[in-house]
Nanobody
Framework: QVQLVESGGGLVQAGGSLRLSCVGS????????MGWFRQAPGKEREFVGA????????YYGDSVKGRFTISRDNAKNAVYLQMNSLKPEDTGDYYC????????????????????WGQGTQVTVSS
């Protein structure tokens, strides 16, 4: 089992950048593939990005490709989401999820693929 805590959210102007962090408890963080999702008010949780245990493979949602980068540092039990060129439509609560497997399956973009979730961090992008 792993407990996840996100941080780094805040208010930023359109075109700006933020870096989100997700830190996991326990010594087996490298056993988990990780994902980032976001949820805007009144909307479903949306896939943002995912990364395998080693960081060798990453995947992104179409709306963030070329602007967001997911990375991880297993020595620090952390996964990051670098968000550049932010848009108002990026506003929402951002959640990291851990999958109980090192690799990602075909359903990496689906929230049911992940077994553990953090409490989320809020991102607001003003126009």
């Amino acid at each position: 089992q792993v407990q996840l805590v996100e941080s780094g959210g805040g208010l930023v102007q359109a075109g700006g950048s933020l870096r989100l962090s997700c830190v996991g408890s326990g010594r087996s963080f490298s056993n988990y593939a990780m994902g980032w999702f976001r949820q805007a008010p009144g909307k479903e949780r949306e896939f943002v990005g995912a990364i395998t245990w080693s960081g060798s493979r990453t995947y992104y949602g179409d709306s963030v490709k070329g602007r967001f980068t997911i990375s991880r540092d297993n020595a620090k039990n952390a996964v990051y989401l670098q968000m550049n060129s932010l848009k108002p439509e990026d506003t929402g609560d951002y959640y990291c999820g851990a999958r109980g497997h090192r690799l990602l399956g075909l359903g990496y973009h689906q929230k049911d693929e992940y077994d553990y979730w953090g409490q989320g961090t809020q991102v607001t992008v003003s126009s």
